[in-house]
C-alpha cells in the first residue's frame, strides 16, 4: 500500500477517500493551537492572527528554543488531549476551514458534526514520540499570541511527512474511538459470560 502524504492547503477532495483507522502524513503548514487559542475565537470572538484555511491544527504544547532575532527551533511537540478542545472544534473548524486536526485521544459529537459537515479529519500521533515529532518541522515560520506563554501560543511549522497520523474522525462524521468501544464492550460481555460459566463454583 502507497504511503499517503497530504500537502497544504488541503481541498474537500483530498480527504473524500480517508476513512477512520487510515494512516497518513502531512507536509506544509501545521499550526500549534490549544485551548486558550480556542477559547480566544469562540468565546471571546478574537480573531485568529493565521489563516488557517485548508491548514492543519496541532493540539500541543513544544517546547521551543530562543535562537535570537525572531528565530526558534522546535525541541519536542507531542499532543496534549484533543477532549478539552471539543466543546470549540465544531465551531472553530467551521470559522476557520481548518481541515486537519491532531492531537492525542478521540473527540465526540461535536468534532464529528464539525468533520462532516465542513470536510474535515481528526487525527491522532502517538504519544510518547515528542522529540521524533520535532524532527519533522522543518522550521518554525512565525509566532503568534506570545502573551499566552510558550505551550499556548500559535507556533507556524513547516512540516515534511509529519507522522504517521491515525485517522480518528472521518469526512462521514465516523469516529473510530465510539466504534471501538462498542466492539470492545460487546467482546466484555461476551468474556464475562464464559469466565462466569467457568467460575460458578466461586459464588
Same mark, same amino acid.
Given at each position: 500500500?502507497? &504511503?499517503?502524504v497530504? +500537502? +497544504? *492547503? ?5 480527504? &473524500? ?8 502524513y =502531512?507536509?506544509? +503548514?501545521? $499550526? +500549534?493551537c490549544?485551548?486558550?487559542? %480556542? ?7 478574537? *480573531? ?10 496541532? !493540539? ?7 535562537? @535570537? ?17 471539543? /466543546? ?9 476551514g481548518?481541515?486537519?486536526? $491532531?492531537?492525542?485521544? @478521540? ?5 464529528? #458534526?464539525?468533520?462532516?459537515? %465542513?470536510?474535515?479529519? %481528526? ?20 509566532? !503568534? ?12 511549522? #513547516? ?5 504517521? =497520523?491515525?485517522?480518528s474522525?472521518?469526512? #462521514?462524521?465516523?469516529?473510530?474511538f465510539?466504534?471501538? &468501544?462498542?466492539?470492545?464492550?460487546? /467482546? &466484555? ?9 467457568? $467460575?460458578?463454583?466461586?459464588?
Amino acid at each position: 500500500m502507497s &504511503k499517503k502524504v497530504l +500537502t +497544504t *492547503p488541503i481541498k474537500d477532495e483530498d480527504l &473524500k477517500d480517508i476513512r477512520i483507522g487510515d494512516i497518513i502524513y =502531512l507536509t506544509g +503548514t501545521l $499550526v +500549534t493551537c490549544r485551548d486558550v487559542a %480556542h477559547r480566544r475565537l469562540i468565546e471571546e470572538k478574537i *480573531p485568529l492572527p493565521v489563516d488557517l484555511k485548508g491548514k492543519a491544527i496541532f !493540539h500541543a504544547g513544544p517546547i521551543v528554543r530562543d535562537l @535570537g532575532n525572531e528565530e526558534y527551533e522546535i525541541v519536542s511537540i507531542g499532543p496534549t488531549t484533543s477532549m478539552r478542545m471539543e /466543546k470549540f472544534e465544531k465551531e472553530f473548524i467551521e470559522e476557520t476551514g481548518v481541515k486537519l486536526i $491532531v492531537g492525542k485521544g @478521540g473527540m465526540g459529537k461535536n468534532t464529528e #458534526e464539525g468533520c462532516k459537515n %465542513h470536510k474535515a479529519l %481528526h487525527l491522532v500521533f502517538p504519544a510518547g514520540n515528542a522529540v521524533f515529532a520535532a524532527t519533522k518541522v522543518e522550521q518554525i515560520r512565525e509566532v !503568534h499570541w506570545k502573551d499566552l506563554g510558550m505551550p499556548e501560543s500559535l507556533w507556524v511549522c #513547516e512540516v515534511s511527512e509529519f507522522g504517521p =497520523l491515525i485517522v480518528s474522525i472521518d469526512t #462521514e462524521g465516523n469516529n473510530i474511538f465510539e466504534e471501538n &468501544k462498542v466492539e470492545f464492550n460487546k /467482546k &466484555k460481555e461476551e468474556q464475562y459470560a464464559l469466565i462466569s460459566e467457568q $467460575v460458578r463454583f466461586i459464588k
